[in-house]
Nanobody, 125 residues
Framework: QVQLVESGGGLVQAGGSQRLSCEAS????????MGWFRQAPGKEREFVAA????????YYADSVKGRFTISRDNAKNTMYLQMNSLKPEDTADYYC??????????????????WGQGTQVSVSS
C-alpha cells in the first residue's frame, strides 16, 4: 500500500505561480513512477506530468510543457509540481498518483495504482 497526500493548492491570479507537493508513505520503494493528473468541473481527468522514480525521466502534457516542472525528492518521499505562468484553464482539482506495476504508460490514469485525495487549484483571470 502507498498513501499519497497532496498539498499546496489554492487561489492564484493568472500569470502567477504555485507549487504542489505530494508526500508518499507506505511501500514507497515499490513505485516505478509518480504522476500528476487534473480534473476540471465537467471534464475527464487528464494527464499533467509524470516522473520515473529511478531515472528521473519526466513527461509532460503539451498544455503545460514549458510552464510546469515536475520533480521528486526520494529521500523525503515527496513529489512536486512547480506551476508557472498559470492560466484560468489550469483551474482544476490536481491529483498525484503512484504506479507500482512496471512497463505501463505514464500518461494514462489507468496505469496508476494509488491516488491522493486531490488539491484544488483556482486561477483567476
Amino acid at each position: 500500500q502507498v498513501q499519497l497526500v497532496e498539498s499546496g493548492g489554492g487561489l492564484v491570479q493568472a500569470g502567477g505561480s504555485q507549487r504542489l507537493s505530494c508526500e508518499a508513505s507506505g511501500r514507497t520503494g515499490s513505485t516505478y513512477a509518480m504522476g500528476w493528473f487534473r480534473q476540471a468541473p465537467g471534464k475527464e481527468r487528464e494527464f499533467v506530468a509524470a516522473i520515473s522514480r529511478s531515472t528521473g525521466i519526466t513527461y509532460y502534457a503539451d498544455s503545460v510543457k514549458g510552464r510546469f516542472t515536475i520533480s521528486r525528492d526520494n529521500a523525503k518521499n515527496t513529489m512536486y509540481l512547480q506551476m508557472n505562468s498559470l492560466k484560468p484553464e489550469d483551474t482544476a482539482d490536481y491529483y498525484c498518483a503512484a504506479r507500482i506495476v512496471p512497463n505501463k504508460d505514464n500518461r494514462k490514469a489507468s496505469s496508476y495504482d494509488y491516488w491522493g485525495q486531490g488539491t484544488q487549484v483556482s486561477v483567476s483571470s
